[in-house]
């Protein structure tokens, strides 16, 4: 297993934010996880979890404590329509093999990228639907380092927000698909990517920085608040899709923590409270 310490995780980060961690572990077995947990336990240390840095926000720039960084843990075996997956594999290339495969129920997550772990700890989706109704296991080591198996009927699965969230690590995944034709897979890739037409796809960004507030899309919301294209330092709110913030090139935590505190206040003149659909490192 890769240590690295004072790594740069800017590389680590599909917003390209630059911050520093005091210890990085690239675990690529549930020994290695083990392992991990046991000795931030014995030195005491915080321990946080990065998948494909796609949905995590670095609220500073200075991370203290050991972080797992779980994409070098990648291992998938498929089983007729049943994969078990590791956490760390990506998540494109599931869609793209299971595709292949004829095998359906992942298409709602076309676009999305990261990491397998990532998508199931936060329940990633699409208006059509979220990996949580795919899934029939997870295995876990918690914090006390012990392996656990939970089922689906043990994990609550809710709008971007799992109860796995916080529980101890994820190892592998155990989904559950359908046979499909071919074809009629990727007539349905086809229109998700429609879905997608109005998203700054190709810039530095975490997605959707908010939840849907019940009101109304935060997107529209933020953006007849008037904050398209509201910057500050090199961060601001993308001109195509009110809810992505994109790094204009050297955009710091403290710019986009900046950009988030202003839209909630805006939000909250007008009656509504919005709440990050990123995970922020404080
Ligand atoms: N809108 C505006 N201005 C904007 C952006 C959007 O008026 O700047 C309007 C749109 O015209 C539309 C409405 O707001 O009428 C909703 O926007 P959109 O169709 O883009 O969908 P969304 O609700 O913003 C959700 C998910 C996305 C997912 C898309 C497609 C959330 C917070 N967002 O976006 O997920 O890709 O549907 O299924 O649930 C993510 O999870 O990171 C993410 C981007």
Partial sequence: MKVVDRLDLTNFSSMRIKAFCERAFFP????DVKEVICEARRKKKILRILGGGTNTLFGRSWIEGYVLIMVDFRDIRIDGNNIHVSSGFPLP????????LGLSGLEPLFGIPGTVGGAVCGNAGSRRGSIGDVVERVHMVDWGGNEIVLGKEDIDFSY?????????????IDIALSKKKK?????????????????PMNLPTLG????????????????????KGFRIGDAFFSEKHANFIV????????????????????????????????????
């Fill in 160 to 172: 971007r927000n799992s109860s796995l969230k916080g529980r101890g690590v994820i190892t592998y």
């Fill in 183 to 199: 074809e009629k897979i990727e007539e349905f890739l086809e229109k998700a990517k429609d879905l997608r037409k109005n998203q």
């Fill in 208 to 227: 959707c920085i908010f939840k849907n507030p019940p009101e109304m899309p935060a997107g529209r919301l933020l953006d007849e608040l008037g904050l």
């Fill in 93 to 100: 290339e599931l869609l793209r093999k299971t595709t292949s």
């Fill in 247 to 282: 790094n204009g090139g050297n955009a710091s935590p403290v710019d986009i923590i900046q950009l988030i505190r202003i839209a909630k206040e805006s939000a909250s003149k007008v009656g509504i409270h919005l709440e990050e659909e990123v995970d922020i490192w404080e």
């Fill in 28 to 31: 690529e077995s549930v020994d």
